[in-house]
């Protein structure tokens, strides 16, 4: 792979959870293996006040405690670190915009960088429209010697109102081609499989239609609670959090039809269509159809975990859903009528994101089943962790008669030797230094998924009587959420660490 061409990459909020968790181990992974141009700077920014030599310490705390590998080489930190600054800064101070225009231009100087300058995001949202104004206003935006890219954290607004003023003023400040709306769920080696298993074998395609499939179940779990984000968090929720992004995205990848290439706007294209076409759930509806949830104090494998209410910044009387689940349709010819469910939470017994193409049942049922189990093949794609493909199927149980058992075949990408999966954010990252916008989000994508999200919030704010449910924390969410499920004794799948078990109570 190519090494990108030398640059400055300035990260606003690099005190962040983000920063020190996912950023910054995903840079030095990169440096590992000279993806990351030969020359280059990393200028910190935030309102915390800290040193250089201060940050470059967190930035080696980081990488130690963050970096997904087990054998890691971790002898570079020292050359790594060495090129990183931290700028104190007041967001709404015009006069420190001027002062961090001079430490960049400082910074190319003394580090003979051509002026390539990318700015990431990572603050919370409510802010990206004032740095951004105070970037153009300094002049730092305009592409005098290089380019300037610009990366966007999700969520990208807060509605689709303040999503359409962001993409407005942004529109009015730099070109849509430098703006790199980041869902970095995009950048899952997984979740790109989702393309090359629909779109490059034969066998799937022709069943992948409402004439095959009964339903399609999304769901990513998540173990750990809000932790050190419950400010943030409270003002957003798990409907603003996971859904608008990264659980539509996926349902894009997986009912999109085939794009004409592989290109950005042919793939952009096809996602949008399927956003386009989602049924809006109406005001009175979302009651029956969208289920949310909040965790409660409870016990986890001997641990006393508190309630989502007592969690560092969370409002003791917050509202705010840490659990949703929901059913709603495509209106398309390829997916008139088959449900589309998606859940997701924190707290939940373990961390697994995944989709399940749920098969219709064969039309005629000769044979005997094992009691318990449910006619109908399953194919789960197993975004993480233990990231594959299973497929199940009936197969005949030996011995006399035709009882019919329910069998697995299962990849594992750990069963391709030598293969390191790259980080998200690592794969993210490289693209925006090579200028690729493939597996970004355009203005009208997220302007049309937040219209779906939008009267769901609407519901619940004008609606005080549509309950939130408490659920234990270490539980797959409120009982309820299972109603949601059309069809008798059908439930969500309950899936375990590893991708081929399954159940309530399993290796978590
Ligand atoms: P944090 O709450 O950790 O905030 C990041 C930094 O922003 C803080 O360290 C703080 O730094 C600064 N900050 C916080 N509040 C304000 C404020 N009101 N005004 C100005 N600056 C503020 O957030 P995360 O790092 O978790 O998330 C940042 C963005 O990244 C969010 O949009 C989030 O959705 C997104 N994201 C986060 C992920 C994660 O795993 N954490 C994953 C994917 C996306 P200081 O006070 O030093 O300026
Ligand atoms: C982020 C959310 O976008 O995704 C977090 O803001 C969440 O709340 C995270 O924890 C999950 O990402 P991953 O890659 O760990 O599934």
């Not at 610009?150 to 109102?161: A, R, S, T």
């Not at 069963?415 to 493939?438: H, Q």
């Amino acid at each position: 792979m190519e090494r990108p061409d030398n640059l400055v990459i300035v990260i606003f909020g690099a005190t962040g959870d983000l920063t020190s968790r996912k950023l910054l181990p995903a840079l030095y992974s990169l440096s590992n293996q000279k993806l990351m141009p030969e020359k280059f700077a990393l200028l910190g920014v935030g309102r915390s006040e800290l040193t250089s030599a201060e940050f470059r310490k967190r930035i080696e705390e980081s990488i130690m405690d963050h970096s997904e590998e087990i054998e890691y080489d971790f002898s570079h930190i020292p050359e790594f670190t060495s090129q990183a600054e931290y700028f104190n800064i007041d967001y709404a101070s015009v006069s420190d915009y001027k002062r961090l225009r001079s430490l960049i231009e400082s910074l190319c100087k003394k580090n003979c960088l051509k002026g390539n300058l990318i700015f990431y995001l990572a603050t919370p949202p409510s802010i990206y429209e004032v740095i951004s104004t105070n970037l153009s206003q300094s002049g730092l935006e305009i592409p005098t010697n290089g380019f300037r890219r610009f990366i966007f954290e999700k969520p990208f607004g807060y509605d689709l109102e303040s999503s359409r003023k962001l993409n407005n003023t942004l529109h009015g400040l730099i070109k849509e081609d430098q703006i790199f709306r980041i869902d970095h769920y995009l950048g899952k080696e997984t979740v790109q499989n989702l393309l090359v298993t629909r779109f490059a074998n034969g066998i799937f395609e022709p069943l992948w239609n409402r004439n095959y499939i009964h339903r399609i179940e999304i769901t990513s779990a998540e173990s750990i609670g809000v932790e050190e984000r419950g400010g943030y968090y409270d003002s957003s929720g798990a409907l603003r959090d996971m859904v608008q992004n990264h659980l539509l995205q996926i349902t894009g990848l997986t009912a999109m039809e085939p794009p004409s290439s592989l290109g950005a706007e042919a793939i952009r294209n096809e996602v949008l269509k399927v956003f386009q076409s989602l049924e809006l759930i109406k005001e009175e509806d979302v009651e029956k159809s969208v289920i949310r949830g909040q965790y409660t104090a409870s016990t986890i494998r001997g641990e006393n975990v508190q309630g989502y209410r007592y969690e560092k910044g969370v409002d003791v009387n917050s509202k705010t859903e840490t659990f949703v689940a929901m059913k709603f349709f495509i209106n398309n010819w390829r997916w008139s009528g088959v449900p589309f469910y998606i859940r997701t939470g924190k707290r939940m017994p373990t961390r697994v994101t995944e989709v399940v193409i749920h098969f219709k049942q064969s039309p005629q049922n000769l044979f005997q089943r094992e009691p318990g189990t449910l006619a109908g093949n399953q194919l789960i794609i197993r975004i993480q962790p233990d990231e594959g493909i299973l497929l199940k199927f009936d197969m005949k149980e030996p011995g006399a008669g035709f009882n019919v058992k329910n069998v697995n075949m299962d990849f594992h990408y750990t069963d391709l030797a030598d293969v390191k999966i790259p980080s998200a954010y690592e794969r993210l990252l490289y693209d925006v230094m090579m200028g690729d916008s493939t597996l970004f989000s355009r203005d009208v994508e997220v302007e049309t998924a937040w219209k779906f999200i939008d009267p769901i919030h609407k519901a619940w704010k004008n609606n005080p009587q549509i309950k939130i449910y408490g659920y234990p924390a270490g539980t797959w969410g409120p009982e309820l959420s299972n109603n949601l499920i059309e069809g008798e004794g059908l439930t969500w799948r309950y899936p375990c660490k590893n991708l081929a078990d399954e159940e309530l109570y399993c290796e978590l």
